[in-house]
Each structure stands twice: as structure tokens, then as C-alpha cells.
């Protein structure tokens, strides 16, 4: 990705582009950790608040197709995806499952203003049951046909990420930046779906509280929709927002000791629900 927000080119101040060899080389975005930003942490949120976006595959000529998908992510962010083998792009993705999503936020005024994020990567059908209650849990709607013979869950494994923050900021990042490790927090896995009923039957106040201390509309239905070590997923109708942990977790204990925390601090700031 050679872009930068609005158009601007390499030479704009701050920019997170460096320019290739020779003058008037071709730019090329800075990798995520040589970024003046939080590349790594906008990328990941952009993975789990964004809820439906272009999905590029191959047509069997080697035409490129698009086409618009709904997304979820799994625990440890990889995007997951709900499709009908009637549709081109599942016939693309089963002859070649090279492909990439676009992750755009969108918003007012200029579209290339807002930060967008593209993976690229190989994707894989998987039947695992918390990959299905993940992309549920994101999309209740899609029950109604979750089961039919034809659809089927897709995992795409990703090989690098590029992201453009928006205004003069781009970065490339890696496998292992886009994705969390969750080799010790396996507890948190194995818990969440148990720890997301339970926030939803008994503490729907708490969740409002972390919506609005984290920028959300107050006064709508908040749930949480999934949780892991970094941060919490929640959903209002079509609006979503990420919640993020004041230090990552990895048990049982210290998700509720962060949960309560969260609360308290939403209080003490003056959050209004």
C-alpha cells in the first residue's frame, strides 16, 4: 500500500512513508514498529470493531473479483467469515484460497480520511464450535441461515497486514502484529463464551459503563459479544466498539479484577449511561 489519507504523498511532514530507491521512487509504507503511531494497536481494532468489508478473491482465470462480506474475528484475531458455496467468491476460495479483506471504518467527510486496513492471506474452512459462536454472537441475523447445506465458516490466515491510518500515516505489519499469541492464556479461551453469558444475564450497567468510557452512544442496549487477554467486543444494534484492558490478562482472576477495575473507572471519570 503506497497511499497516504487524502492523497497526500511521501513528502508530507510526519508522514509514515519512505520512498523508494531514486528519486521519485515508488513509496512504500514504514513497518508497524518503525511507525510514529500505534499501528499495531489501530490494526487490531480495526479487526475487531469492523463488521463487514470487501472481500477480494481470484476469479479461475486469475481475474480479480470483489465482493462484500461479513466478518467476525476468532480469539486471537483472525477474521472469520460466513459463506455460501453458491457464491463466486466460496468457488474462488475453494480452488484458490489466496485472498484479502479490507477493513474500513468509513465515516464523514473524505472516505481515504479514515483509517482502513487490508489482510492478505490464504482462507480455510473450519467447523470449530467457537468459531461459530464468535461470528454469531457479532451477527445474531445470520442464525436464520447460519445452518442451511450451503454455507459454510471461513478462517483467513494472515500473511501480512496493510493499514492506513488516515492523514500521511501508513505501516506494514506482520503475522504475528496483527495476530495476539495466546500460548498463556489459554484459560481466557476456554472461559470466555461462560464469562460473556454471564456479563449479559447480570451486569448489563457495567457494559454501558464501558461503552461510554471508551467513546460509545449512551443509552443503547450494550452487549458483549466476545472477549480476549487484550480487550472487550461490544455490540449496540449496528454499532460496535472496542474495549480495551488497562493491562492484558491471562485467567479468570485477572478478567474480573480488570472487569471491576474498568467499572470503577468509568465511574470515578463520570461515565453516564
Known amino acids: 500500500m503506497s497511499e497516504t489519507g487524502g492523497g497526500t504523498g511521501g513528502e508530507t511532514q510526519g508522514a509514515t512513508i519512505e520512498t523508494g530507491p531514486g528519486p521519485g521512487g515508488p513509496a512504500r509504507p514504514l513497518p508497524a514498529e518503525a ?12 479487526l475487531r470493531t469492523i463488521r463487514s468489508g470487501a472481500l477480494a478473491t481470484l476469479d479461475p482465470d486469475g481475474t480479480p473479483f470483489a465482493s462484500l462480506v461479513t ?8 477474521p472469520l467469515m460466513l459463506l455460501s458455496r453458491l ?15 479490507l477493513f474500513s471504518q468509513g465515516g464523514k467527510g473524505d472516505p481515504l480520511a479514515h483509517p482502513r486496513l487490508t489482510v492478505v492471506g490464504r482462507a480455510v474452512q473450519s467447523a470449530e464450535p467457537r468459531i461459530r459462536e464468535r461470528f454469531l454472537a457479532r451477527h445474531p441475523k ?29 505501516a506494514t505489519l506482520t503475522r504475528d502484529q496483527l495476530l495476539l499469541d495466546l500460548a498463556d492464556a489459554q484459560a481466557i479461551v476456554a472461559g470466555e463464551r461462560g464469562a460473556v453469558e454471564h456479563m449479559n444475564a447480570d451486569h448489563a450497567d457495567a457494559l454501558a459503563l464501558y461503552a461510554v468510557g471508551a467513546g460509545g452512544e449512551a443509552d443503547l442496549p450494550w452487549r458483549l459479544t466476545s472477549l480476549d487477554p487484550e480487550g472487550l467486543d461490544l455490540i449496540a444494534g449496528e454499532r460496535t466498539i472496542r474495549v480495551v484492558h488497562p493491562e492484558r490478562v491471562t485467567d479468570m482472576g485477572a478478567l474480573r479484577k480488570s472487569l471491576v477495575a474498568m467499572a470503577a473507572q468509568a465511574r470515578a471519570t463520570g461515565a453516564r449511561t
Open 35 to 46: 511507525a510514529p503511531f500505534d499501528a499495531i494497536g489501530l490494526a487490531r481494532t480495526l
Open 71 to 78: 466478518m467476525a474475528t476468532d480469539a486471537d484475531g483472525t
Open 87 to 101: 457464491s463466486a467468491h466460496t468457488r474462488n476460495l475453494l480452488a484458490d484460497p489466496r485472498c484479502s479483506l
Open 142 to 170: 445470520a442464525k436464520l441461515y447460519a445452518d442451511f447445506p450451503d454455507f459454510g465458516f471461513f478462517a483467513l490466515e494472515p500473511g501480512a497486514g496493510h493499514l492506513n491510518g488516515g492523514f500521511a500515516k501508513a
